[in-house]
């Protein structure tokens, strides 16, 4: 049997087959355009309705703070813009040096627009200054229209100290946007406790389907929609609902609220860290990206040494284990990725593979991994050699 073991996790998951069969159900049964009052209408209306619920209770918000996106992107997008629009008269934006694109590359079209960017400094690990950003705050509360931190790193897994910034945002009268892509449903996530003002966050992250996203935003506060054209969402969102992925994002919701337990996260933390100590076992000189900081059970940025990552990433592929060199929105390009340059610079030539896991990830394809990840390596070092 061909070898297949699939660890890019943070890019996509494996639909759930009851999220396949929701859908495909969806598709044949509830066709109907859930804003017609007729009853073919109305029995997609009441799909929608249904997962707007599941996923409000997987971060126990109410559902009616649930507005549906395209995705995590989109969401993301409108956090930030409506946060301007907000607030019109404050023209800041405090954000991170190692955020996703989606907030890093909407912050930057917002300058054209005349707003004032500010990406605060992390230290050696990719933890973000708490210090940096209430000196800020401190200074420039009244011009702040929002403060937007990931929750946790799509490439390293370090877990950002969101509460801690949620305090400080709250002491200040100033916005906060969390880009939850990579923390929403992988852990327990309460906005009710963790107080803030948004939080986006997809379905195909943990095994729902792609092209649906959520944004919550705490209640009281208005969404300026991004995309015009009719009243959906509450009029947040124009444009007819995806009715099939938005019931499968319900069911993916439920699932992950039924799987987060304190027992199941330990022992995907304890795989994440036998399967690194394997792997150091095995290949001494490898490097652990921000392993002196917390993360998340998801990742494993590992840097080899004298090695190319897209070429150690080929000959991986080849052996049917499947990562990636970071976040899959540029992983294809190859580019040096920004958040391992804020780690600062190493040593020599060194290239980084991502590993990252689900939930469905078990400890004997993690020890399969290590073995072909140490005939892989060994590999790319003869060709690097020889082409020396």
């Known amino acids: 049997m061909t070898t297949s073991i699939y660890l890019d996790n943070n890019a996509t998951t494996r639909p759930l087959e009851a999220v396949n069969e929701i859908m495909q159900s969806t598709m044949s049964q509830q066709w109907g355009n859930p804003s017609s009052i007729h009853r073919i209408g109305q029995e997609a209306r009441q799909l ?8 409000a209770k997987l971060i126990n918000a109410n559902p009616s703070e649930i507005t549906f996106t395209s995705g995590g992107t989109e969401a993301a997008n409108l956090a930030l813009h409506s946060a301007c629009q907000e607030r019109p008269d404050r023209k800041l934006i405090i954000t991170s040096q190692i955020e996703h694109a989606a907030v890093a590359e909407m912050a930057d079209a917002l300058c054209d627009r005349g707003i004032e960017v500010i990406r605060i400094n992390n230290d050696e690990h990719g933890v973000m200054s708490m ?3 209430e000196t800020l705050l401190q200074d420039r509360a009244n011009e702040i229209a929002v403060v937007s931190l990931m929750w946790c790193n799509n490439e390293t897994g370090v877990i950002e100290p969101i509460e801690k910034a949620s305090l400080l945002c709250k002491k200040y009268d100033v916005l906060l946007h969390s880009d939850g892509t990579q923390w ?3 852990m327990p996530v309460d906005v009710r406790d963790v107080q803030i003002d948004f939080l986006s966050f997809a379905s195909h992250k943990f095994h729902g389907p792609k092209g649906i996203g959520a944004i919550y935003t705490k209640e009281g506060i208005v969404i300026s929609p991004l995309v015009l054209g009719g009243p959906q969402e509450r ?10 992925a938005i019931a499968g994002f319900g ?5 992950a609220l039924s799987w987060l337990n304190k027992a199941n996260v330990d022992l995907m933390i304890k795989l994440r860290d036998d399967f690194e100590m394997q792997l150091k076992e095995t290949i001494p000189q490898i490097k652990i990206n921000s392993s002196g900081a917390p993360r998340a059970w998801t990742t494993s940025s590992v840097a080899f040494p004298e090695i190319k990552g897209e070429l150690l990433l080929l000959m991986l592929s080849e052996r049917g284990v499947y990562a990636s060199s970071g976040s899959a929105c540029s992983s294809g390009a190859f580019k040096e990725s920004a958040v391992i340059a804020a780690l600062g610079d190493q040593d020599g030539e060194w290239g980084t593979v991502r590993f990252s896991f689900a939930r469905t990830t078990t400890h004997e394809e993690l020890s399969q991994a290590v073995q072909i990840i140490s005939e892989a390596t060994q590999k790319a070092l003869e060709v690097m050699a020889s082409t020396a």
């Open 48 to 55: 929608v309705d249904l997962a707007r619920e599941q996923v």
């Open 251 to 255: 069911v993916a919701s439920e699932a």
């Open 184 to 186: 929403v449903a992988k």
């Open 235 to 244: 009029r947040r969102r124009g444009g007819t609902e995806n009715v099939p």
């Open 131 to 133: 210090q940096e950003l």
